[in-house]
């Protein structure tokens, strides 16, 4: 991890700058690097869409190389959905693409006076007018800036309309439906005028010993085939577990407050396989392909990105919606408008709760009826909240900032101001914890409890063992301290939490590929750090241990379904 | 009575509780596909055994301790030493747990079983509830 692209777009200039070796070594790469460099910039007084907020791409240590999915890319900047520090990554192709064009992270400073969107070809940095391209969708975009470029092959991570319209969970959306979707990372783009950055490079990443990372990652090549956990992801992807998600209770329903709902059968991802798959689509070097491309013809759509599990949940069960098609289309609208389909889909859930308990009604709406179970109207929501129009205005605010309006912050299910994703921490106890705790907000990506108690990602040289989902006890709860950590390292290399081919394994690549000397100790240590380091700055930031709960009526129990025993 | 693990009359027992299972019936009432349980040896347990448990529409047709000479096919078959399963019918290991974890080896259509999780926990709740001679 050695250059940095330091963009200026107040100014329209650039600089290559050196990242420090021994910062590098610390804090490896991707969110981690990112939060050590942003930390003395990300200040109280700065204002998440202001200029002065800065914004960072970064990779990892492994991106680009052979290792399978390791091809992630973190983008980081104060978050104006939470207010604390913001993190999000995404996959597909755009990090490989940023290292081959002589780069491994870039930082965005200021803001243009004009639309614009800026080009990285081989070490060349070039800006260009946006003019034509703003307005377009997130797809439009891409396709649009490749052939201004005249090439396929170029990488393109770009806002759609409601990264321009700084709604507050603007995603930034790259290889077409893949997307750095949490914390509002694509308002911030959209508040400095920038549609889009766009990658293409004939570099290769340089390697410390490649032999001996030729022979670790034919190692992890190995136990991918052995691993029945990325077996069913590339059966069914990410939505093949929704029927496992339903039985134990972890898939959500009725904005968190029903226990048992049969209906979550009909959004089962293998439906979605057999009625409405195309084909599965990987990222990077993934042999995991865990991506799927689907068509609704109720929607008259031929090609969606997606749904991944998240985005049924969000938009299926959590609404009480059971109609697959119209949970496709609502994924596929928020994937062209440039949407985190978790925030969306959270906030129009907890919409529908409001108006359930007469605390909204349509003249609040501008006659809008918004009930569960209506996905039409959730389509037309995102379309609103997208473009700011009407009703929309609040909803693009997020859960926490419209619950607030209406008097009611409590009934908002987010942590830090943001939404909880689709697992439910009564299923799995472990997440009670990491919600609590992450400092992104509630986030299932900053230690992965639902998982290592599933059994799909133990480490157990490092103590992560799978356990019992309803446990309560203080060995639990240092599990959950290690897989953070464990996973802020992994959030650090850019690697996909679905790669889980034992600790040791990544620490021989690290080792290989950088010439680093990490023990596992070490490494643990390192994510330690990072974790501790985000968390500094959100206390910078105002956040306190009061911040560090998730809503009372997440804690209530049910008599029914597979958290009962909760 | 306490009936013997593995045995044909314990399987016979598993075949009997999920007929007169109503969540059973319920949870796969659409499944079709037998099983074959292969109990490996380990310290505890010094043979190999083979149980089948036909299993089609949310009930079960026939269940029995088959000779290995003699294997009938079937759709699934799901090994483990004699120790893991005596983990998963106590209650102590999750069968989905022990899958991904690779303590119990499932061979057959995955995509299939995915869609059928709670019919695989109610025929574990279903051993459990056999009173067993281990």
Not at chain 1, 169 to 193: F, L
Not at chain 1, 293 to 321: C, H, M, N, Q
Request: one cysteine or more; hydrophobic letters at 40%.
């Amino acid at each position: 991890m050695e250059k940095l692209l330091v963009i200026d777009l107040t100014e329209k200039s650039y600089k290559v700058e050196n990242i420090d070796p021994e910062m590098a070594r610390g804090y490896i790469g991707g969110s981690g690097l990112s939060a050590r460099l942003l930390y003395d910039r990300i200040k109280l007084d700065i204002d998440p869409l202001g200029p002065e907020n800065p914004l960072m791409f970064m990779t990892g240590p492994l991106v680009g190389t052979s290792m399978p999915s390791a091809g992630r890319c973190a983008v980081s900047a104060r978050s104006p959905l939470t207010g604390f520090w913001g993190e999000s990554n995404t996959g597909g192709f755009i990090g490989p693409e940023m290292r081959f064009a002589g780069f491994d992270g870039v930082l965005i400073n200021g803001r243009a006076d004009k639309p614009c969107w800026v080009s990285v070809l081989d070490n060349k940095v070039k800006f260009h007018d946006a003019a034509p391209l703003w307005g377009q969708d997130t797809y439009q975009t891409q396709d649009s800036i490749k052939e201004i470029l005249a090439d396929p092959k170029a990488r393109v991570a770009c806002i759609g309309p409601a990264g321009e319209n700084l709604v507050k969970m603007a995603a930034i959306v790259n290889d077409h439906g893949r997307a750095a979707g949490r914390t509002g990372m694509g308002a911030v783009m959209g508040s400095k005028n920038l549609k889009a950055i766009a990658f293409r490079g004939s570099g290769k990443v340089h390697l410390a010993d490649p032999a001996g990372y030729k022979e670790v990652v034919g190692e992890i090549l190995q136990t991918v085939k052995d691993d029945l956990s990325a077996q069913a992801f590339q059966l069914a992807g990410t939505s093949g577990y929704v029927d496992m998600a339903t039985m134990f209770g972890d898939m959500p329903a009725g904005y968190y407050q029903v226990g048992e709902w049969e209906e979550s059968s009909n959004l089962s991802g293998i439906l979605l396989a057999e009625e409405h798959l195309i084909r599965g689509t990987s990222c990077y070097r993934c042999p995991i392909v865990c991506g799927r491309e689907t068509r609704t013809v109720k929607y008259k759509v031929d090609k969606v990105d997606g749904p991944e599990y998240e985005t049924i949940a969000s938009f299926g069960s959590l609404a009480l919606v059971d109609d697959l098609e119209g949970v496709i289309y609502a994924g596929h609208l928020c994937n062209v408008y440039g949407l985190d389909t978790i925030s969306t889909g959270s906030t129009i859930a907890m919409v529908c709760d409001l108006f359930d308990k007469g605390i909204l009604d349509a003249e609040q709406t501008g006659g809008l009826e918004i009930r569960f179970g209506d996905v039409e109207m959730s389509h037309r929501l995102i379309e609103m909240t997208a473009k700011r129009e009407g009703f929309g205005k609040l909803i693009a605010e997020g859960s926490a900032a419209l619950a607030a309006h209406y008097g009611v912050p409590e009934m908002a299910a987010t942590v830090r101001n943001l939404e909880i994703p689709m697992h439910d921490a009564r299923s799995f106890s472990g997440m009670a914890p990491v919600y609590a705790l992450s400092p992104r907000g509630a986030c299932h990506l900053q230690g992965d409890m639902y998982g290592v108690d599933l059994g799909m990602a133990p480490a157990t040289e490092l103590g992560i063992h799978p356990g019992e989902r309803f446990e309560n006890s203080l060995e639990k709860g240092q599990t959950t301290a290690r897989s953070q950590s464990w996973r802020s390292v992994y959030n650090a290399l850019t690697v996909c939490h679905f790669m889980n081919p034992g600790a040791s394994k990544i620490q021989r690549a690290l080792n290989a590929a950088t010439g680093w000397d990490y023990s596992l100790d070490e490494l643990m240590l390192s994510g330690k750090r990072i974790f501790s380091l985000k968390r500094i700055i959100n206390h910078n930031l105002g956040s306190t241990i009061e911040d560090d709960r998730l809503p009372e009526f997440m804690l209530k129990g049910f008599s029914t379904g597979g958290y009962a025993r909760f | 009575m306490a009936h013997k693990f593995p045995s044909d009359e314990w399987v016979k027992a598993v075949r009997e509780l999920l007929n007169n299972s109503d969540s059973y019936q319920r949870s796969a009432k659409d499944w079709e596909g037998d099983f074959i349980f292969v109990v490996e040896p380990d310290e505890e347990y010094a043979d190999t055994a083979y149980l089948h448990l036909e299993l089609y529409h949310g009930s079960s047709p026939g269940a029995a301790m088959v000779d290995p000479d003699n294997l009938p096919e079937t759709e699934y078959t799901l090994n483990a030493p004699f120790s893991t399963w005596r983990k998963v019918i106590d209650g102590k290991l999750d069968p989905i747990q022990g899958m991904m974890t690779g303590q119990l080896k499932l061979k057959g259509n995955l995509m299939k079983i995915m869609r059928y999780p709670k019919a695989a926990q109610e025929i574990v709740a279903c051993c459990a509830k056999i009173p067993t001679d281990w």
